[in-house]
């Protein structure tokens, strides 16, 4: 208990070092904020112009897909927010040793390298996309529930995390490459299948992004939830997915570092 309340209290001061360091730039500061706003028109238009000419889309109605379209926008507010800043900088930092000076301190070198930078400019648009969250919610029929919006963000949180070790382990395998952004670059492009209703994949596809390489599930399961009957089944899969990342996330981290070479070295 005194281990966790101890992280608890170093993420407190990268919480208050990262807002004091994002009022000193304030330009940029408030053109992330417009970029991101700008992100989120772009996805909700592309969705209602494609209703224009269909009813139904991956067995979704319009009111249905903006309730997935808020779900990724949380996901990747989330995703901005918590993870993006440290995971652009990580391969920088293990390419020119500055690695050692995390590896030293007393904290595990995972969390403080994941955490340590918080994008207050995102988190902002975090609550933004939580309020495109109400306006779907508010134009759906029937209102699914306090219950479900609750496990519906819960599950977005869990989805969130499956995308960040993914991330994180493209960015780790810079241990061994020594490139200047690891595989990051590829999940990017490929987190843009988590932008598509999984009701639009099927065959090999389908399972690839769903068992092992689980992009379909990040924002398509959560909504599930909300759209269709209560089912276990999907719930237990996501939870599996997160520890089993999470797992294979530490491990690889582990390896990592035994194949590192310090800058002292």
Not at 23 to 30: A, G, I, K, Q, V
Not at 102 to 114: A, C, E
Not at 179 to 205: C, Q, T, Y
Not at 222 to 227: Q, S, T, V
């Given at each position: 208990?005194?281990?966790?309340?101890?992280?608890?209290?170093?993420?407190?001061?990268?919480?208050?070092?990262?807002?004091?360091?994002?009022?000193?730039?304030?330009?940029?500061?408030?053109?992330?904020?417009?970029?991101?706003?700008?992100?989120?028109?772009?996805?909700?238009?592309?969705?209602?112009?494609?209703?224009?000419h269909t009813t139904i889309v991956g067995g979704w109605n319009e009111s249905q897909m903006m309730v997935f379209v808020s779900?990724?926008?949380?996901?990747?507010?989330?995703?901005?927010?918590?993870?993006?800043?440290?995971?652009?900088?990580?391969?920088?930092?293990?390419?020119?040793?500055?690695?050692?000076?995390?590896?030293?301190?007393?904290?595990s070198s995972l969390f403080f390298l994941s955490l340590r930078e918080f994008a207050a400019n995102s988190f902002l648009n975090l609550?933004?996309?939580?309020?495109?969250?109400?306006?779907?919610?508010?134009?759906?029929?029937?209102?699914?529930?306090?219950?479900?919006?609750?496990?519906?963000?819960?599950?977005?949180?869990?989805?969130?995390?499956?995308?960040?070790?993914?991330?994180?382990?493209?960015?780790?395998?810079?241990?061994?490459?020594?490139?200047?952004?690891?595989?990051?670059?590829?999940?990017?492009?490929?987190?843009?299948?988590?932008?598509?209703?999984?009701?639009?994949?099927?065959?090999?596809?389908?399972?690839?992004?769903?068992?092992?390489?689980?992009?379909?599930?990040?924002?398509?399961?959560?909504?599930?939830?909300?759209?269709?009957?209560?089912?276990?089944?999907?719930?237990?899969?996501?939870?599996?997915?997160?520890?089993?990342?999470?797992?294979?996330?530490?491990?690889?981290?582990?390896?990592?570092?035994?194949?590192?070479?310090?800058?002292?070295?």
């Amino acid at each position: 208990m005194k281990t966790l309340w101890r992280y608890v209290r170093l993420y407190g001061y990268f919480l208050s070092f990262s807002f004091s360091k994002a009022f000193e730039f304030r330009f940029d500061f408030y053109m992330r904020i417009i970029m991101d706003l700008c992100y989120y028109a772009v996805a909700i238009s592309f969705f209602r112009t494609v209703f224009l000419h269909t009813t139904i889309v991956g067995g979704w109605n319009e009111s249905q897909m903006m309730v997935f379209v808020s779900g990724y926008l949380i996901v990747d507010a989330i995703n901005m927010t918590v993870f993006a800043n440290n995971l652009w900088f990580l391969p920088t930092i293990i390419n020119n040793g500055e690695l050692d000076y995390y590896l030293v301190r007393p904290v595990s070198s995972l969390f403080f390298l994941s955490l340590r930078e918080f994008a207050a400019n995102s988190f902002l648009n975090l609550i933004c996309a939580l309020g495109v969250l109400a306006w779907a919610l508010h134009g759906y029929t029937p209102f699914p529930g306090f219950g479900k919006v609750i496990l519906f963000l819960l599950m977005l949180l869990n989805g969130s995390i499956i995308f960040f070790c993914m991330n994180m382990m493209a960015n780790t395998l810079v241990f061994w490459t020594h490139s200047s952004d690891g595989f990051g670059d590829l999940v990017w492009m490929m987190a843009k299948l988590a932008e598509r209703p999984d009701g639009i994949f099927h065959g090999a596809i389908r399972f690839v992004i769903t068992f092992i390489l689980p992009f379909a599930i990040i924002s398509s399961f959560p909504a599930r939830i909300i759209i269709e009957q209560f089912n276990w089944g999907i719930l237990l899969h996501m939870f599996a997915m997160s520890g089993a990342f999470l797992a294979l996330l530490v491990g690889l981290w582990s390896l990592a570092l035994k194949n590192y070479s310090s800058a002292s070295s």
